[in-house]
């Protein structure tokens, strides 16, 4: 196999988009006709797109074994980066993700109403914000070493929700009965998502893989993010949809084995510091949605 190319202009920009589309087609499909149907192409085609990509990346991504495709070891490595350049890039085009100061901005609105937006923050907004929880569980956080099941994470563990990431994506194993989303959901509904995978990314697969990147992101580093959200969504299945904005602290933890927990902490701003959301929308949210957190 040849070394991998380093010159990006010798690759013709547009037919690389075309090659990425086959390989991560090929990758979830496994078979080489549903692929060729899926992206109305050829066999032919296809074979010089997954051709071309594994001279230019200088290793093989698939292997062929009794006719049907498997990834090769380098092909499951590359698959994520691949898929999220394809979302990246068509969400970017559509203009619904940016980076605002060098951070992740995401934004969906279809007119009608409905909106999701999700602007990455400074981490030092847990200290210049007014309310005690997201500066407190950083503190216990570091204070446990990330260990959940350390006597120090019991001040916060009532506010937060733990997942685990499964096959069948993010699971949430704990939800405490204080946290925000209790509030807002109420403790019966909210409860009921224990055990459930986090697959309600809204506005469809591409805009779900780049929602996923915060986590993936602390998953990784074992560290922290904080971003903000404003979304509008019914509190109850037959209710009105209201507004909803929160900051969303993420931290990687472990369990008692070793295993990796995401931990959600969530609150309630004081500021919307997302571009083109207006701080109408946090004063018209439910004012009975705060979470009345004090240190002990």
């Known amino acids: 196999m040849n070394a991998p190319v380093t010159q990006f202009q010798e690759v013709n920009q547009p037919l690389l988009f075309e090659m990425i589309r086959s390989f991560t087609t090929l990758a979830r499909t496994l078979n080489l006709s549903h692929a060729v149907t899926e992206l109305n192409s050829t066999?032919?085609?296809?074979?010089?797109?997954?051709?071309?990509?594994?001279?230019?990346?200088?290793v093989q991504l698939f292997d062929v074994v009794n006719r049907r495709y498997e990834l090769t070891e380098a092909g499951r490595e590359a698959l994520p980066s691949a898929l999220s350049l394809l979302g990246h890039g068509r969400l970017w085009l559509q203009g619904q993700i940016k980076d605002v100061d060098g951070l992740m901005g995401t934004s969906f609105a279809d007119g009608k109403g409905r909106y999701y937006y999700q602007q990455q923050q400074p981490i030092n907004i847990a200290w210049t914000n007014k309310s005690p929880l997201l500066r407190t569980a950083i503190r216990c956080w570091a204070e446990s070493d990330g260990a959940l099941e350390h006597p120090r994470m019991n001040l916060i563990r009532p506010y937060v929700l733990i997942y685990r990431d499964t096959a069948a994506g993010w699971i949430c194993t704990e939800l405490g009965e204080n946290a925000f989303y209790s509030q807002w959901w109420g403790w019966?509904?909210?409860?009921?998502?224990?055990?459930?995978?986090?697959?309600?990314?809204?506005?469809?697969?591409e805009m779900a893989r780049v929602l996923d990147v915060p986590l993936r992101e602390v998953q990784a580093t074992h560290g922290m993010r904080i971003d903000q959200v404003a979304?509008?969504?019914a509190r109850s299945k037959d209710g009105p949809p209201e507004h909803c904005i929160f900051e969303r602290l993420l931290l990687g933890c472990q369990m008692p084995d070793g295993s990796f927990a995401l931990m959600v902490v969530v609150?309630?701003?004081?500021?919307?510091?997302?571009?083109?959301?207006d701080q109408s929308a946090l004063d018209e949210m439910a004012d009975d949605v705060r979470i009345n957190f004090k240190l002990e």
């Open 43 to 58: 066999r032919q085609t296809v074979r010089r797109h997954i051709s071309q990509l594994e001279e230019l990346r200088g």
């Open 188 to 205: 019966a509904k909210a409860r009921s998502s224990v055990g459930r995978s986090l697959d309600n990314f809204p506005f469809g697969p």
């Open 231 to 233: 979304t509008f969504v």
């Open 267 to 277: 609150d309630r701003p004081e500021v919307i510091r997302i571009n083109g959301v």
